[in-house]
């Protein structure tokens, strides 16, 4: 995980729970000696490297969000500033029963030593706590389920906002609700009122559905259009660092030109633009690094993207009756897993 630095200059912390009616601001900062600092830098540090975060800037026209990142910038009130931004988020999910009620969490930061407005929405979570009730001089000890639990340590936010304040782009990682009977991004689309680019992780997802979907079209087999996107993933990797779209193309279908234009045009209509796709390495690794096939007799082979069509590690045999082998080669060792 890349480590960006993270200095918090400062922390305030506001109750947005729906049940309650109305949002619960704090007026005074968390101060640096309490705890949940290194809770805060933490998230923060995990937010910066998650592949589901992704770039977006405000749209032209007026903007709330915006003006009060500038206000920030210019020095006005932190606290006042932070509550409004509480309050128009509160009236954004407090109608929405599908959207969770969280804490939010607003701290003026420095990343890499420039400055940032972040917002970290903690949703919370149901988990059951021990209760010591005392009836005379017997302790009754209970189990006593607690909705209001907040994301653990070792959890990534599922919701938060990094705007720079020199030049108000944007860095947010956001989830899909329900709202109103659609399927909608509304920190993007109701708060930021911004429009926003694909993540890493999106990237990843869109280059697989669409070969795995021209691959069926073609009447390739589904686990070979796969397969070869993998490997020709993990090979540019291993040689760039990142992702060369064409090559790709002409490695899943290298004797169709026509489902080589049909799948950058797909990839290109999903929102990838670049020609290279920039993926961090371990991102690649868990989407691309290894490919597992089942047969139809109830086999599981998982073997590393690289080998395939490497005759040397593993070949498909196949046999005029429609059946395939597989034979695995030049194994030293076997053991259990």
């Avoid at 917002?119 to 988990?127: A, E, M, Q, S």
């Avoid at 909608?184 to 930021?192: A, M, T, W």
Wanted: glycine content about 4%.
């Amino acid at each position: 995980m890349e480590n960006h630095s993270v200095f918090i200059k400062n922390i305030v912390l506001h109750i947005l729970d729906t049940s309650v009616g109305a949002p619960v601001l704090s007026n005074q900062e968390i101060d640096s000696e309490q705890e949940g600092y290194e809770f805060i830098e933490n998230l923060l540090q995990k937010m910066l490297a998650d592949d589901n975060l992704k770039d977006a800037e405000f749209v032209e026209g007026p903007n709330r969000v915006r003006q009060l990142c500038e206000d920030l910038q210019s020095g006005e009130d932190f606290i006042a500033i932070s509550q409004e931004i509480a309050r128009m988020l509160y009236e954004i999910i407090s109608p929405q029963p599908t959207i969770p009620a969280a804490d939010l969490v607003c701290c003026r930061i420095l990343i890499d030593d420039l400055p940032f407005l972040g917002l970290l929405k903690l949703n919370y979570r149901t988990n059951y706590i021990h209760h010591v009730e005392y009836q005379g001089e017997t302790n009754i000890n209970l189990l006593v389920k607690q909705r209001t639990v907040l994301p653990g340590e070792n959890q990534k936010p599922e919701e938060g906002i990094l705007i720079n304040l020199t030049d108000f782009s944007i860095r947010l990682i956001e989830k899909e609700y329900e709202i109103d009977g659609n399927k909608e991004y509304y920190l993007s689309k109701k708060f930021l009122k911004c429009s926003d680019k694909l993540s890493r992780a999106a990237k990843a997802k869109i280059i697989s559905q669409v070969a795995e979907r021209l691959g069926k079209k073609y009447n390739n087999e589904k686990f070979d259009s796969i397969a070869k996107l993998r490997k020709k993933v993990t090979e540019n990797m291993e040689e760039f660092n990142s992702i060369e779209v064409q090559s790709v193309a002409r490695e899943i279908f290298k004797d169709n030109p026509a489902a080589q234009k049909e799948y950058l045009a797909e990839i290109k209509e999903a929102g990838i633009k670049e020609e290279r796709i920039e993926l961090t390495p371990k991102l690649a690794e868990q989407k691309f690094g290894s490919h597992k096939i089942k047969t139809d007799t109830g086999i599981e082979i998982n073997f590393p993207a690289t080998y395939y069509n490497n005759k040397e590690m593993i070949e498909f045999i196949n046999h005029p009756n429609g059946t395939v082998s597989i034979l695995i080669k030049n194994v030293g060792k076997i053991s259990n897993k």
